[in-house]
Each structure stands twice: as structure tokens, then as C-alpha cells.
């Protein structure tokens, strides 16, 4: 069993910023890869941001320059620090864990944490 709990989220102003934070339990081995994902009310849900295990990082192209993934790999916990924040950033926000299994990579995925950008 495999669990992701997030936490972070929040009402920001534009232009402020917040920092999600991720942290993975239970059977975790294999880490491949950490990342992020977004739903907005009433869309899909979108890829934002990932880090491997070699600390490669990865952005869709609305966050880059304005949000960071990082990861701490001891504490099994993702970080995503996002700045300059708009009001298309609101959603609920996802973080996953890719792990090496017998049968191939398998995502876990957390609840969610919602982030509300507005004045």
C-alpha cells in the first residue's frame, strides 16, 4: 500500500504564492519519478510538473518560470513552490509517486489539495 498525502493549498492572491507539499508513505521503493497534476472545475485533469529520480525536472509550458518541483528524497516528499500566481492556476492539485514494481512503473496518486488565486 502505497500513500500520498498533500498539503499547502489555499486561498492566494494574484501574484502571490504558495508551496504544496507531498509526502509519500508505505511500501515506497523505486522511486521513479514525483509529479504534479491540476483540475480546474469543469476541466481535465492536466500534467504540471515532475522530477525523476536524477532530480530532472519537467514543467508544462503555462507554470514554467514561475513554479518550482523539487524533491526531498529521505522524507519521501515533493515539494511544488509556485509564484506569480494567476487566477487560471486555480484547481484542485494532485501529486503522484512513479515506482518501480515487478510488473512495470505503477502512479499513485494522492487526494488532492485545492488552490483558490483570487482577489
Known amino acids: 500500500q502505497v500513500q500520498l498525502v498533500e498539503s499547502g493549498g489555499g486561498l492566494a492572491q494574484p501574484g502571490g504564492s504558495l508551496t504544496l507539499s507531498c509526502v509519500a508513505s508505505g511500501s515506497i521503493s523505486s522511486i521513479i519519478a514525483m509529479r504534479w497534476y491540476r483540475q480546474a472545475p469543469g476541466q481535465q485533469r492536466d500534467f504540471v510538473a515532475a522530477?525523476?529520480?536524477?532530480?530532472?525536472?519537467n514543467y508544462r509550458d503555462s507554470v514554467k518560470g514561475r513554479f518550482t518541483i523539487s524533491r526531498d528524497n529521505a522524507k519521501n516528499t515533493s515539494y511544488l513552490q509556485m509564484n506569480s500566481l494567476k487566477p487560471e492556476d486555480t484547481a484542485v492539485y494532485y501529486c503522484?509517486?512513479?515506482?518501480?514494481?515487478?510488473?512495470?512503473?505503477?502512479?499513485?496518486w494522492g487526494k488532492g489539495t485545492l488552490v483558490t488565486v483570487s482577489s
Open positions: 522530477i525523476s529520480a536524477g532530480g530532472v525536472t
Open positions: 503522484t509517486v512513479v515506482l518501480g514494481t515487478g510488473s512495470g512503473p505503477r502512479e499513485f
